[in-house]
């Protein structure tokens, strides 16, 4: 993109309204303009960060087996009262009456409504296991929302649900699940720590939650200092053999991690004194195991291996994709701007050129520019040096290539990376060659 064209309007200053580094970022980098409390708009670059982190969670997810559906924001308050949550969620749900006054609500989540779609369209236990998900928007009215994209009301969500037909295949499902987690957050560039948790409204018996480090984290966070060692990775782990994700499910859990409220329990106290951690974290996913509680209370049965009816076994599991926006620049700035992971940065690299104008600066970058492509942002506005120094440091592009008069008559420019503020002369195939590895 050429920035003299695009709608990408960085501030100098900082914005009152924001609290914390990532807001107050993603508002001076021109990725995002709030509409409403807890409502925004994201701007081009801003709809980049999104639409990457999406592309990873979406490729992890069909890795694992689930398949992408997408279903709609808007639900009918029947299928939420056939579960009885329609009245317990309370002041967070939207709710709407249509023109016949019908009622409506934006969804907050869709266990029912993949419950009900389940129900019509399957009914043997032959046709399971299932894992379905989408990424969709969410809409919470939210007491307090604040500090950005992380709590929202609107807010981008995958939501993916399992059924089997036993209990071994929920738990199976529930470990791949963590699984693809752990892989997704790898790629996104975040360490995010699972941490056993309580399963609240949506209620059930097994749940963790994934946690960010970091000290503007809502949730008060315990953990064994071991942890911060350990690989969360799982890269050699296969998706197919149950004994694997087994070992896997036993080494992400055996330390101890969990939120909130358990610091009490014994299973902390048995936690060595000098290994015991409290921090604070952002939580970025959640998954849970709850057996067969809609299933029931919907009514959806299949015919199981005897004949008999019998409810599926359920999950569910969320990421909060424009949350981790936000999380992922909490976990990754310095006081110049962002410092983007590449798999998410809006770009790659800035093309800054110091003198718009010049025949051989201008060529050079027009070069770069082309040879680059859609990953590049060409700083080509009629600004002087410092101020696009600062734009593409606040911006956090993972590079840049400096193009002046003096290098540019020697066929040479400046490549400084981002993260470690190392700058290197090069010609520009051979900056090329070290951008695009
Ligand atoms: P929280 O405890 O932060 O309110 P939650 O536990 O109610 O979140 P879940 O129902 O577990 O949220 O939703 C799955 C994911 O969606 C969360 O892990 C989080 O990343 C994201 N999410 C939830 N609420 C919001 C929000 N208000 N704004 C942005 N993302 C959110
Ligand atoms: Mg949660």
Not at 39 to 49: D, E, F, M, S, T
Not at 95 to 124: C, F, K, W
Not at 135 to 143: A, N, V
Not at 323 to 341: K, T
Request: hydrophobic share 40%; aromatic share 10%; charged share 25%.
């Amino acid at each position: 993109m050429r920035l003299s064209r695009s709608l990408i309007p960085t501030l100098k200053e900082n914005p009152a309204e924001a609290q914390i580094a990532s807001h107050r970022l993603m508002l001076r980098a021109g990725l995002i303009r709030q509409q409403a409390a807890g409502i925004y708009a994201w701007l081009p670059a801003g709809q980049r960060v999104l639409r990457n982190i999406a592309q990873i969670v979406r490729e992890e997810q069909d890795r694992a087996g689930a398949q992408e559906m997408l279903m709609p924001t808007i639900q009918s308050a029947e299928l939420w009262r056939e579960s009885r949550r329609y009245d317990a969620y309370g002041p967070e749900m939207l709710r709407i009456a249509d023109r016949h006054d019908r009622e409506l609500l934006y969804g907050p989540t869709n266990e029912e409504m993949i419950t009900a779609i389940m129900r019509e369209n399957v009914q043997s236990y032959r046709d399971l296991p299932q894992i379905l998900y989408h990424i969709q928007w969410k809409f919470r009215d939210e007491m307090r929302p604040r500090f950005g994209v992380l709590r929202g009301r609107e807010f981008l969500m995958k939501d993916g649900y399992s059924f089997d037909f036993n209990y071994e295949g929920a738990v199976t499902s529930y470990r791949r699940m963590m699984l693809a987690y752990m892989r997704t957050f790898r790629r996104l560039g975040v360490r995010a720590i699972p941490m056993r948790a309580d399963t609240g409204p949506i209620g059930g018996d097994l749940s963790h939650e994934f946690h960010i480090l970091a000290s503007t984290g809502e949730s008060a966070v315990f953990y064994d200092a071991a942890f911060e060692a350990i690989d969360l990775r799982g890269e050699q782990v296969s998706y197919d053999d149950s004994a694997e994700l087994d070992a896997f499910f036993a080494h992400m859990t055996t330390l101890y991690a969990a939120t909130d409220e358990k610091h009490d329990t014994e299973a902390w106290k048995a936690v060595p004194e000098l290994r015991r951690r409290e921090g604070r974290g952002i939580e970025v996913g959640q998954i849970f195991y709850f057996g067969s509680k809609y299933t029931k209370a919907m009514g959806f049965s299949v015919v199981g291996p005897d004949g008999a009816r019998i409810h599926p076994e359920m999950g569910s599991y969320g990421i909060g994709v424009s949350r981790l926006a936000g999380a992922i620049i909490e976990a990754n700035h310095d006081s110049a701007g962002i410092i983007w992971p590449a798999a998410v940065a809006p770009f790659r690299v800035a093309i800054v050129n110091l003198r718009q104008g010049d025949a051989e600066t201008d060529a050079l970058c027009e070069l770069a520019y082309a040879k680059i492509g859609d990953s590049a942002l060409y700083d080509d506005r009629h600004e002087r040096a410092g101020m696009k120094f600062a734009d593409a440091d606040l911006m956090g592009h993972p590079w840049q290539l400096i193009v002046g008069p003096r290098g540019a008559a020697r066929g040479r420019l400046e490549l400084k990376e981002r993260c470690s503020n190392e700058r290197l002369e090069l010609a520009l195939e051979d900056a090329l060659t070290k951008v695009m590895a």
